[in-house]
């Protein structure tokens, strides 16, 4: 298995970088089952990332005619060729890729044996919701031990509207993908409008579907009953909020200015409020955000106070990432209103010059440790994606080798994280390196 490996340096701080954010991984899953619907046609701006890859050969063991380039970012389908009955998927792919759950309506077209994403380190991670939308659109399923039976599909007289429970975004798109499925008229009362459904809904409107969303009362009004879903349709998917952030975090941890140019504009806006908390100011234009203040001067005795939960509250992935910015002095004091069980990392970090209480499951306070570390090398386990991105993060700061195990969870979401982190730091100090003995998770 592999490992990310931090060869010793000197940090350097200050100075000015470029980069491009990545395309998104959530807008990509989003997008991908809908955009399935249709013939065929090209996504574009796919980052290659382990979570795309699965879910393009997921979809593929089912007749799916897709391919990915790397290359080019590209996406292509070819449309839906020969059917695939009573197949049964192997686990590996679900411990690897939660936004598989989405692709269920879909493959619900056969009769399948699936295993049932579990929990993962950051939560328990429940699909009963989501199986309760399908199942309001025909869609039947059988729970036998750790298997989901999924079967097809009675023509139940589809629902006129749907509710969602407590603003769920998975739950919102598999409303959405199942509606334009049936070619329907639905009203979803609240829908989770993340920035990422957002880049769906502008697929399905240049796709010809009507779209009204009533932000006061958080009622999408869907009507897809025109929608032609014999053609073609090609889109570029939005960039990856979750990239900008990290790399934002990082150019502050070494006091950098930054220029980050991405494709279409970004909802950042509860990002720039907790920026601004450190008096740190961001010039957005269309294509382009530049961290305008000197970051030399911004983060001493500054605290930042905040609590995760659906948009526009902070996203619950900033979290792991802004707790790195404990290093720098801020004091930080968080609650993460999402996941279980999302403070793991924290115990990862500590061999990296962070301190920490918890106060609760959801609850941390997170300082800089005064405690030396070890002098040879730091050995620490991405145990979930952002943990990865936050750990990756603090090897920048300190001169010892580091070793962050488990780089299949960094694969799932960073397109490309030790030339990221390299770009940072200036030199070229992390690679990918194969490890012969280590386990991945
Ligand atoms: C609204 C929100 O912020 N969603 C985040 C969530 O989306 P994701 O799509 O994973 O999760 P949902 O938005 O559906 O879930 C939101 C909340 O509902 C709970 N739940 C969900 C389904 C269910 O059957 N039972 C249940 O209790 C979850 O535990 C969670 O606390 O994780 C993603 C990956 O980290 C983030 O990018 C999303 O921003
Ligand atoms: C938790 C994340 O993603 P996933 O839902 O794929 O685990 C993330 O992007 O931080």
Known sequence: METLIKERHTPVYGGKIQCRAQGSKHAFSRIFPSFLLFRNGTLTNVPDILDVHLQVEFMRLFGYEVTYDNKTHTLTYDGYGESRQNLTTDSRIYNHSRSLVNLF???????????????????????????????????????KGDRLYLTRRTVTKAPENIKIRNRSFSSTNIAISCALE????????????????????EMMDEAGAKIEWDSAYNVLD???????????INFTVMDDRNHVVTMIIGALLLEKKIDILYCKPLQMKPFYELLSMMNIRINEDDDRMVLE?????????TNLKFET????????????LLATLAKKG??????????????????EYSHLGIQYILEGERSARIFESSSTLPKSKIEVRALDLRCGGGLGLLAMLVPEKVYIHNTVQIRRGYDNYPSDLNLLVGKEVFTYKEEPNAQEQ
């Open 105 to 143: 309506p879909l493959i619900s077209k056969e009769n399948t044996s699936l295993y049932v994403p579990g929990g993962c380190p950051i939560g328990k991670r429940d699909i009963s919701w989501y199986l309760e939308i399908m199942s309001k659109f025909g869609i039947e399923f059988e729970n």
């Open 182 to 201: 049936r070619q329907i008229k639905i009203i979803i009362e609240n829908p989770s409008i993340e920035p990422e459904i957002l880049d769906l809904l």
């Open 222 to 232: 869907l009507d897809a009953r025109d929608l032609n879903l014999d053609r073609e």
């Open 293 to 301: 203040s000197d970051p030399s001067d911004f983060m001493s005795n």
């Open 309 to 320: 939960g659906p948009y526009p509250k902070v996203c619950s992935d900033w979290q792991p």
């Open 330 to 347: 801020v004091g930080i004091e968080l609650y993460e209103g999402l996941f279980e069980s999302r403070l793991r990392y924290l115990e």
